[in-house]
């Protein structure tokens, strides 16, 4: 809500991205409860199809489409230290989101949904983790408290760990 508050508009591509917003419908369906809330279809980077939300009533003046590229600031950090190397690698060797997932639950990584967001691609990490369970695949859900160094917040998310049993 602060978000599109103090600017014209706000995509869905933003929220989590930008943002860090990972549960990204619901807080939307929570504005729109509160508030006029208008939105417009559109386009990202030529291929994925997205939303555009505004507090203004008029938004034809907003595109039909944008360009994102996504750099990889994020680090990983835990007591251990840096331990974004293997979501990298996984990254790099695999391309479907929800196989590097698979891929990394097998490897007995622990995935948050900001490591899902972040290194696998999967915006939608508990529908991911949910199909992987449907296939046969045994996953433990925790909570984990993460900070998040540029807005110096704490929060408590959900952590999938493969449970072998």
């Known amino acids: ?16 991205f930008r943002l860090l917003l990972l549960r990204a419908p619901q807080l939307i369906a929570a504005v729109r409860e509160r508030q006029t809330l208008s939105q417009k279809n559109v386009l990202f980077n030529g291929k994925r199809y997205g939303c555009v939300y505004s507090m203004k009533t008029d938004i034809s003046t907003v595109p039909d489409e944008f360009q994102y ?22 990254a790099k060797e695999v391309k479907a ?13 622990e995935v948050t949904a900001l490591d899902g967001l972040f290194w696998f691609g999967c915006q939608r990490l508990a529908a991911d983790v949910l ?8 996953i433990a859900t925790a909570s984990k408290t993460v900070s998040d160094t540029v807005t110096g917040t704490m929060r408590s998310i959900p952590a999938y760990r493969s449970d072998r049993g």
């Open 1 to 16: 809500r602060l978000a599109l508050l103090n600017v014209d508009y706000v995509t869905s591509f933003e929220l989590p």
């Open 69 to 90: 590229h996504l750099s990889h600031r994020i680090r990983r950090i835990t007591s251990a230290g840096s331990t974004e190397t293997p979501y990298q690698k996984i």
């Open 97 to 109: 989101p929800r196989e590097r997932l698979a891929l990394a639950l097998t490897a007995g990584l």
């Open 131 to 138: 199909r992987l369970r449907k296939s046969g695949m045994r």
